[in-house]
């Protein structure tokens, strides 16, 4: 099963697949049936596929898909003018520093609150490691 945007379902797709034995997901080109129940049966199959694949990508097994979006959308990796390819890879990878930045910052800042909470708390902290290993260097 493929899940493909409309400009990529063109005849020629769609044969291909035709061919190999893919279903691929979503309206029929051409005028649409005047059958109701075929209509929603259809419709209700390309929901089904996109909840499908939404879920594969929530699971991060096609994480590289979101990075893409979230790239276009939040970092401008959609609005690229360069002309030269040199410029357009630094202008990609200068995109690509930032987003991995942006991550590096998100998971220092969840460690400085975590930090700042056992700073913050009243009560000694147990932590079995530690004392395992004080167990440990202790003499005897």
């Known amino acids: 099963m493929i899940c493909a945007d409309q ?4 005849r020629s797709n769609r044969a291909f697949c035709q061919r190999h034995e893919i279903r691929l997901s979503g309206r029929r080109l051409g005028r649409p049936k005047n059958d109701p129940e075929l209509v929603a049966a259809e419709k209700q199959q390309f929901i089904d596929d996109q909840r499908q694949r939404n879920a ?3 699971e991060g097994l096609c994480e590289a ?5 979230q790239g276009k959308r939040r970092f ?4 690229i003018r360069e002309k030269l390819a040199v410029t357009q890879g630094s202008t990609i990878a200068m995109n690509v520093l930032v987003m991995n930045l942006q991550k590096l910052l998100e998971l ?4 400085f609150v975590d930090w700042l909470q056992l700073l913050l ?3 000694p902290v147990k932590r079995p490691g530690f004392a395992i290993l004080s167990a440990q260097i202790s003499p005897a």
């Open 56 to 58: 594969v990508v929530a």
């Open 121 to 123: 708390s009243n009560e």
């Open 76 to 79: 401008g990796l959609g609005l």
């Open 108 to 111: 220092l800042f969840v460690i």
């Open 65 to 69: 898909v979101g990075k893409i979006g």
């Open 7 to 10: 400009i990529y379902r063109t």
